[in-house]
């Protein structure tokens, strides 16, 4: 997979800091709360996390993965250049508490397709100041991609 560029200095340091984590928490307990009271339904449970075969792509920010490095509850893996997210396993998600808000907002129940795009536009705009705050650039990229790059540097 081809490197790309990923401000992985201010995503470690990001990563151990207690406010920005602190921070990153409250905004994806607000998040959660949110998408919790749309009642969203989970109809394929966990195909999406299947890429290639479901269609589509996950992306992050820089916040994102700083945030999912200290919370993920499990050790960094590289993401491949195709099929699952590397942290799905028997169709379920093992790394549910640091996972990204695309993973928490995205629901294949027709009835969310409504609400799903403007949430992750406020989303967006919430992790960027969030990163200005903390001092980590806004990068968007796609999950496997940013996971192999982070790998390719610490040797996952």
Do not use: K
């Not at 990923?6 to 151990?16: E, F, G, K, Q």
């Not at 993920?72 to 093992?94: K, T």
């Not at 907002?105 to 397709?113: E, M, N, S, T, V």
């Amino acid at each position: 997979m081809p490197g790309i560029e990923l401000p992985i200095t201010d995503i470690r340091r990001a990563a151990a800091d207690p406010a920005f984590c602190a921070a990153m928490g409250a905004l994806y307990v607000e998040l959660d709360a949110e998408i919790a009271e749309r009642r969203a339904v989970c109809l394929n449970r966990g195909a999406c996390c299947d890429f290639e075969r479901y269609g589509h792509r996950l992306y992050v920010t820089a916040v994102e993965l700083a945030y999912f490095i200290a919370n993920a509850g499990v050790p960094l893996r590289a993401g491949g250049p195709a099929g699952d997210c590397p942290y799905r396993e028997s169709g379920l998600c093992v790394a549910r508490a640091g996972r990204p808000a695309g993973c928490r907002i995205f629901f294949c129940d027709p009835d969310a397709q409504t609400w799903q795009g403007p949430l992750t536009e406020r989303i967006l705009d919430r992790l960027r100041h969030v990163g200005s705050r903390f001092g980590v650039p806004y990068v968007y990229v796609e999950w496997r991609a940013a996971l192999w790059a982070l790998c390719e540097r610490e040797s996952c």
